[in-house]
């Protein structure tokens, strides 16, 4: 009955068509399973409120962990990829979970790194990911040496690596000038808000001072 999140390949790409969750097998079945069904919906505004409401009502780990595996579903398909993240490696670290399960929370961490790696621009930045990406996925293969969508989806990351670095390697000049831009954007950014700060530290000052005068030219008026 367990169902877990994977992959279908198409030639060398790698496609994440995320299915259907995780089901509970424990007291709170019924409610992970309405937030299974609204996920299945694509409404995923609704699920994640279901899940949040069987962790809210089950503060054992061990009873919540089905629904904290799908947090981490919903939140990749809303594209939120760090609390994905997050919710994978709640179920990943914990040695009491069964391994497949853990398995398969490494296994969706490295598909939602992968994923994250694919909206940057800056190569050095890829590169991180994808070696990240590449350590879940052996991690997954670990608990379960047999995972075949774990294989080829490591393969297909460790291409994609080896494909990133060759281009650096081209292209160390191009490399440098993202980065000193990138630098000089952040330097550009920090200077505009201590700009800012100092305009409103100025206007509070200006405030202050108008408000101090009119005392005083009340009181030359009345003299």
């Given amino acids: 009955m367990k169902q877990f999140v994977r992959p279908i390949f198409a030639t060398m790409a790698l496609l994440?068509?995320?299915?259907?969750?995780l089901p509970s097998a424990n007291a709170q079945y019924f409610d992970v399973r309405e937030g299974n069904d609204a996920y299945n919906r694509a409404e995923y505004g609704k699920a994640k409120e279901t899940y949040d409401k069987v962790i809210a009502e089950h503060p054992e780990l061990l009873e919540q962990k089905e629904a904290v595996f799908n947090n981490g579903?919903?939140?990749?398909?809303q594209k939120k990829y760090d609390d994905a993240l997050a919710s994978y490696e709640e179920v990943a670290v914990n040695?009491?979970?069964d391994e497949k399960l853990r398995s398969e929370a490494y296994y969706n961490s490295g598909n939602t790194l992968y994923k994250?790696?694919?909206a940057l621009q800056q190569p050095s930045e890829k590169i991180k990911l994808m070696e990240?990406?590449?350590?879940q996925y052996k991690s997954a293969l670990a608990l379960n040496p047999?995972?075949?969508e774990a294989?080829?989806?490591f393969e297909l990351a460790k291409k994609k690596l080896d494909k990133l670095r060759e281009q650096m390697k081209k292209n160390p000049q191009n490399q440098k000038n993202q980065n000193q831009q990138q630098?000089?954007?952040?330097?550009?950014?920090?200077?505009?808000?201590?700009?800012?700060?100092?305009?409103?530290k100025q206007d509070q000052k200006d405030q202050k001072q108008q408000q101090n005068q009119k005392p005083q030219n009340q009181q030359q008026q009345q003299n």
């Fill in 132 to 135: 990240s990406a590449l350590e």
């Fill in 146 to 148: 047999d995972d075949r």
């Fill in 151 to 153: 294989k080829m989806n």
């Fill in 73 to 77: 579903n919903v939140a990749f398909r």
């Fill in 116 to 118: 994250k790696s694919e």
């Fill in 95 to 97: 040695p009491a979970f």
């Fill in 16 to 21: 994440l068509f995320w299915g259907t969750a």
């Fill in 183 to 200: 630098q000089q954007n952040k330097q550009d950014q920090q200077q505009n808000k201590n700009q800012d700060q100092q305009d409103q």
